[in-house]
């Protein structure tokens, strides 16, 4: 769908707008916790940076005109259950091929591994990563990606605006909210090299995130995959479930920091698009 001549300039408004204050949201949130020496497990600066951009979006659409008619809340299940179900298969099939080519190449070893243990440690995550991104994915998938699909950009160049905002939104989380010691357990890279190459891994994403979104017309399915997602990556990341070899996570890890995990979501994104483009009755290239 593409902005009328009259509501475009307002979206365009809107969105700067979004951007401006998500960006801003991690450093003020940085800012609030050192102004009030907050320790690290009452740390309002996180829920800050955490809720003020789906709250952004919430009021931009009930007083900034955007309106709520593209804003994802219903499942809409009838005719969707199998895009619900790649949901929450991607991520365990990116992480089952990406450790099994790491395994094949002599980098990723699994002695300790015991898959009932992973599950349990998988399914005491996912209460927890399911309502963080309910405010995530309706600020991005239920915010940020309709208004810029709307502008009629090319779909891939809309994708990595996207990507680039939310990886960008993520990057005072990683210098100064993401605890040391978990970042240590999940990587070997320098944060000059983890930052910049997790954020393009990101742009990566949104282009599946961002297609599931445009197959169901709802948020939910984002919310589920993200949750899948982190509640997989997170235990797999930190656990001594796998070993990656010191130094080859840029290669083979399963999060979104390394260029197999970059490469698969790529080879998805692209062929969910193609798929979707090319399906008869297809509307729009875009």
Same mark, same amino acid.
């Given at each position: 769908?593409?902005?009328?001549?009259?509501?475009?300039?307002?979206?365009?408004?809107?969105?700067?707008?979004?951007?401006?204050?998500?960006?801003?949201?991690?450093?003020?949130?940085?800012?609030?916790?050192?102004?009030?020496?907050?320790?690290?497990?009452?740390? =309002?600066?996180? %829920?800050?940076?955490?809720? &003020?951009?789906?709250? +952004?979006?919430?009021? #931009?659409? *009930? $007083?900034?005109?955007?309106?709520?008619?593209?804003?994802?809340?219903?499942?809409?299940?009838?005719?969707?259950?199998?895009?619900?179900?790649?949901?929450?298969?991607?991520?365990?099939?990116?992480?089952?091929?990406?450790?099994?080519?790491?395994?094949?190449?002599?980098?990723?070893?699994?002695?300790?591994?015991?898959?009932?243990?992973?599950?349990?440690?998988?399914?005491?995550?996912?209460?927890?990563?399911?309502?963080?991104?309910?405010?995530?994915?309706?600020?991005?998938?239920?915010?940020?990606?309709?208004?810029?699909?709307?502008?009629?950009?090319?779909?891939?160049?809309?994708?990595?605006?996207?990507?680039?905002?939310?990886?960008?939104?993520?990057?005072?989380?990683? =210098?100064?909210? %993401?605890?040391?010691?978990? &970042?240590?357990?999940? +990587?070997?890279?320098? #944060?000059? *090299? $983890?930052?910049?190459?997790?954020?393009?891994?990101?742009?990566?994403?949104?282009?599946?995130?961002?297609?599931?979104?445009?197959?169901?017309?709802?948020?939910?399915?984002?919310?589920?995959?993200?949750?899948?997602?982190?509640?997989?990556?997170?235990?797999?990341?930190?656990?001594?479930?796998?070993?990656?070899?010191?130094?080859?996570?840029?290669?083979?890890?399963?999060?979104?920091?390394?260029?197999?995990?970059?490469?698969?979501?790529?080879?998805?994104?692209?062929?969910?698009?193609?798929?979707?483009?090319?399906?008869?009755?297809?509307?729009?290239?875009?």
């Amino acid at each position: 769908m593409t902005a009328t001549h009259q509501s475009r300039p307002r979206t365009i408004r809107n969105l700067i707008i979004f951007t401006i204050v998500v960006l801003a949201s991690g450093w003020l949130g940085y800012a609030l916790d050192r102004a009030l020496n907050s320790p690290p497990e009452e740390r =309002l600066g996180l %829920l800050l940076w955490l809720v &003020l951009p789906l709250l +952004t979006a919430l009021l #931009l659409r *009930t $007083f900034g005109g955007d309106g709520w008619r593209d804003f994802g809340l219903r499942p809409n299940l009838r005719g969707n259950l199998r895009w619900y179900a790649v949901s929450l298969l991607i991520y365990p099939l990116v992480a089952l091929v990406v450790l099994g080519i790491g395994a094949l190449l002599g980098l990723v070893t699994a002695p300790d591994f015991s898959f009932s243990v992973l599950l349990a440690l998988v399914a005491g995550g996912l209460a927890g990563a399911f309502i963080k991104n309910i405010f995530e994915e309706f600020a991005w998938r239920g915010y940020l990606a309709p208004k810029v699909s709307s502008l009629g950009l090319n779909a891939y160049v809309g994708y990595a605006l996207v990507g680039l905002i939310w990886g960008c939104w993520h990057i005072p989380y990683w =210098l100064f909210m %993401l605890d040391r010691a978990q &970042l240590a357990a999940s +990587t070997t890279q320098s #944060l000059a *090299t $983890f930052v910049p190459f997790a954020i393009i891994n990101l742009i990566a994403a949104s282009i599946v995130y961002g297609e599931l979104r445009q197959r169901t017309n709802s948020v939910w399915p984002a919310v589920l995959m993200h949750a899948v997602g982190n509640a997989l990556v997170d235990v797999l990341a930190v656990s001594s479930l796998i070993r990656i070899l010191p130094g080859t996570d840029w290669l083979v890890s399963p999060a979104h920091q390394s260029v197999l995990t970059l490469i698969i979501f790529v080879v998805i994104g692209v062929g969910l698009h193609r798929a979707r483009v090319n399906r008869p009755g297809a509307a729009s290239p875009n």
